[in-house]
């Protein structure tokens, strides 16, 4: 009998962004560029905790939406790390980008997710 290892590769190493306060186009820049940063650091996992946003516009909206496929274009992950602010909650509902993200409620699951997809991805792309 042959022995068989598994290489199923763990939870990502995350890569957390704290966010808080008021999120609008005034704060755009700022926050593309932290997000950029924090992304361009990431191996394989960009984790934004996004639970002390009180405010949030489209901007920011466009802000994410870049992140997310920047993450798959490197086939690697984003999640929002909740809870989500009522603000921000809705404003994912009204473009209807709610489904667009990952969220979770504690780092352990953010990492647990980000694995689930990354293992549903197909191999060799970003996207799945």
Sequence with gaps: MSAMTDHTPG???????RLS???DHDSERR??????????RSTGLLVLD??????????V????VLAQQRMEAEAGALVLLGPL??????????????????????L???RAAAADLLRRRP???GTG
Excluded: M, Q, W
């Design 85 to 106: 602010a009522p603000a921000l909650r809705r404003l994912l509902e009204i473009t209807a980008t709610d489904g667009y993200f990952t969220v979770a409620d504690s």
């Design 61 to 64: 909206l466009r802000t994410l």
């Design 50 to 59: 996004v639970a002390a946003v009180t405010f949030a516009d489209s901007s």
């Design 11 to 17: 939870p990502p190493e995350a890569t957390v962004l």
């Design 21 to 23: 306060g008021d999120l």
């Design 123 to 125: 191999h060799g792309t």
């Design 31 to 40: 926050l593309a560029e932290a997000v950029d940063a924090a992304a361009a």
């Design 108 to 110: 352990p699951l953010a």
